[in-house]
């Protein structure tokens, strides 16, 4: 009887590993990995160009004696930018900076008074914007590799003037009418835009300015950029 029972239970064990051998074998899962979360912290530089478009008065930089004029003006603009960021949680604090040439022009007959009195002398005047710079700051929300940002500071325009009489005192009698200036005026800045980041280094950007010349007697100096760009970051 007890070789029996033993008998029974090596038969049953022996069935038992039989039928778990024939069992196919479960793959192995390995952990999940985590999805990696873009960075925008760093340093960068990179290159922009676009389009600008807005109004000057040219006969302030040719005599304060003039009253205000409005010349339209329009062109395009190229140059470098660099700047710092820092990402904290969705968060992206930074400072940028750039400097572009540029080649924003208009033209126009003007008729200008003297202090409101008169107008003796006609002008054609051409007005010119050669190189804008500016200093801002931008705060921005990532999402993932996409930064979507406002922006303001100081802006930097070289504008000039060039004109030639076609009717009255003629430009440069007696050091009154010198038609021919240029200077670099302060302006405030601020837009809005958006990156992004197509590499860990690398994105593009693309972005709306408005800017103010101030310093231009009793009315402003406008100017509208769109501007593209590309940068990479340390």
Known sequence: MKRLIIGSAFAAV????????DLPMQAYKSAPVAAQVYNWTGLYVGVNGGYGWGTQDPLTLVSGRFDR???DISGGMFGGTMGAQIQQGYVVLGLEGDLDWANIKGSGISNPAIAGIGQGITLNIASDISAVGTARARVGVAVNNLLLYVTGGAAFV???ANGTSIAGA???TLGVLNCTA???RPGIVAGLGMEYGFTPNWSLKGEYLYTQVVGTGVSTDKLNTFRGGINYRF
Do not use: I, N, R
């Open 69 to 71: 004029a409005s010349f």
């Open 158 to 160: 070289k504008s000039s």
């Open 170 to 172: 003629p430009c440069g």
């Open 182 to 184: 240029s200077a670099w």
């Open 14 to 21: 022996s069935s038992t590993c039989a039928f778990a051998a």
